[in-house]
């Protein structure tokens, strides 16, 4: 007998959605910083949600040699992107960006579900 699951349910065996989506100018300008800052290509870039800033949790990224156990790896055109299971669920559907405006150029994070966020965009709450 086939059970049926509610509309939008999913079982609890099913993979864990993507985290993250980074742009193509993102990706360019995570590798391009990598290579400035005299880095192996094989470095990964760690996306995490902190404790902190003026919103209550704040955005990190950091490059790392390799990921944890528990981290889901994301592959973009070789860059791998490595994020652990708690930051995963207050990013899950973020889109991270690279844009250059007025007021300078940098990482902006599309997080659908940031309830509000700061000012400068680097933390939120949900």
Do not use: W
Request: with cysteine; aromatic share 8%; hydrophobic share 35%.
């Amino acid at each position: 007998m086939e059970t049926q699951l509610p509309s939008g349910s999913t079982p609890e065996f099913a993979p864990p959605a993507q985290a993250v989506s980074l742009t193509p100018k993102a990706v360019e300008m995570i590798k391009h910083t990598r290579q400035q800052e005299g880095l192996d290509e094989t470095d990964g870039m760690r996306v995490a949600v902190m404790g902190g800033g003026c919103s209550g949790f704040q955005y990190a990224l950091d490059f790392d040699k390799q990921p944890r156990e528990t981290d889901q790896v994301l592959d973009y055109d070789g860059l791998r992107v490595f994020v652990d299971p708690v930051s995963a669920r207050y990013l899950r559907g973020t889109v991270i960006d690279y844009v250059l405006g007025m007021q300078g150029a940098g990482f902006k994070f599309n997080n659908p579900n940031a309830k509000s966020t700061c000012g400068c965009g680097s933390s939120f709450s949900t």
